[in-house]
């Protein structure tokens, strides 16, 4: 008797799975992938954010991958790969600079940049900051030495080098270097330097410059920085980055990012978050379509659809239970 009810479930089994395999064929899954979004949709209306995960369990998922996950040296390889594409292909161009970088985004950034110096505090720091005005000022003296260096004939250098004292040009260039350091620093605090005329002025010349260099090819950044430059600078950062990301203070901007999302959106519900993070219904649908058919056509073809479906029905229709259902 048990073995006849047994070949009766072996019947529900098989019919269970063919109707399934049904309804995931490519002529039935259009219409199906559309109604299960619009059902998943409407429900999601019904719930918030923290009705289904909370900040801890976010900060606890995004700290695994962010910090604890282990960084492969596959990444600065495909990268470099990428960018190894990204050049030859940029230098293959026959589009100029201006196509690939508006002119209004550099006027932003440039008009940003010179809000900067207009606060008392920004132009209390430059006056002040002993790093940069040294900065500026070895800068000027090595540029006063070049000049020098290209002016004087070399017959010239050679007698002036011979004759001239070596503690004499040490001191000239101490006091050089002190001349200007006190110049530099009376030049970055002269409120002058700040006014609205001078910085529009500074703004014109950007902007002559810029729209120069905006009608060069895009092949000429070959004359600027090479694909090893690239490489080597995303390289200095990604080496930032991996020791940044073990540091207390990045754990703490790491909760304190999750903390802020929470605060903002968790008692949104799902619908409307999707909706602030510009997701609707047509892109989810379309990726659906996309992705869904030939996936489970080749899940179908390979058979591994028709076995992962027996073999999370198979227990059910040989359990006991089910058995006596059929007396």
Same mark, same amino acid.
Request: no cysteine; net charge negative; charged share 30%.
């Given at each position: ?7 009766? +479930? ?13 309804? $995931?064929?490519? @002529? ?17 209306? !019904? ?7 909370? @900040? ?5 998922? #995004? ?9 492969? =040296?596959?990444? &600065? ?26 002119? *209004?985004?550099?006027? #932003? ?12 505090? =920004?132009? #209390? ?6 790093? $940069?005005?040294?900065?500026? #000022?070895?800068? +000027? ?12 004939? +070399? ?9 001239? &004292? +070596? ?15 006190? !110049? ?13 005329? %001078?910085? *529009? ?15 060069? &090819? ?29 540091? *207390?203070?990045? %754990?703490?901007?790491?909760?304190? =990012?999750? %903390? @802020? ?16 993070? =510009?997701?609707? !219904? ?11 058919? &030939? ?14 479906? !027996? ?17």
């Amino acid at each position: 008797m048990t073995d006849n009810k047994q070949k009766v +479930a072996n019947r529900l089994l098989d019919g269970l799975v063919d109707y399934l395999l049904a309804r $995931l064929a490519p @002529a039935q899954l259009e219409g199906l992938i559309e109604t299960e979004l619009d059902y998943l949709l409407e429900q999601a209306g !019904r719930y918030t954010l923290t009705e289904w995960v909370s @900040a801890e369990q976010i900060h606890h998922t #995004a700290r695994k991958y962010a910090v604890e996950m282990h960084i492969s =040296g596959a990444i &600065p390889e495909l990268v470099g790969d990428m960018v190894e594409k990204f050049y030859d292909q940029a230098a293959d161009s026959d589009r100029v600079v201006a196509d690939v970088i508006d002119e *209004d985004v550099v006027m #932003a950034l440039l008009d940003k940049v010179l809000e900067i110096p207009l606060s008392r505090q =920004g132009m #209390a720091w430059l006056g002040r900051n002993p790093v $940069l005005l040294a900065l500026l #000022a070895g800068g +000027a003296q090595m540029g006063l030495k070049t000049l020098l260096h290209q002016g004087l004939p +070399a017959p010239l250098r050679e007698q002036l080098g011979k004759r001239l &004292p +070596a503690r004499w040009v040490s001191s000239v260039e101490t006091r050089l270097q002190e001349w200007l350091l006190r !110049r530099t620093e009376q030049l970055l605090s002269d409120p002058y330097l700040y006014r609205d005329e %001078n910085l *529009d002025e500074l703004r014109e010349l950007v902007l002559v410059a810029w729209q120069e260099f905006a009608q060069r &090819p895009v092949a000429d950044v070959r004359e600027l920085v090479t694909s090893e430059d690239i490489q080597e600078l995303f390289v200095i950062g990604f080496e930032y980055w991996r020791e940044l990301r073990h540091t *207390d203070y990045f %754990n703490s901007l790491l909760l304190s =990012g999750v %903390n @802020a999302f929470f605060e903002k959106y968790g008692d949104t519900s799902l619908t409307e978050l999707l909706e602030e993070m =510009g997701v609707t !219904r047509e892109m989810m649908l379309d990726d659906a379509r996309r992705f869904a058919p &030939p996936i489970l056509d080749k899940l179908r073809t390979e058979g591994l659809l028709e076995e992962w479906l !027996r073999r999370h029905l198979k227990g059910y229709f040989e359990a006991e239970e089910t058995l006596d259902l059929l007396s």
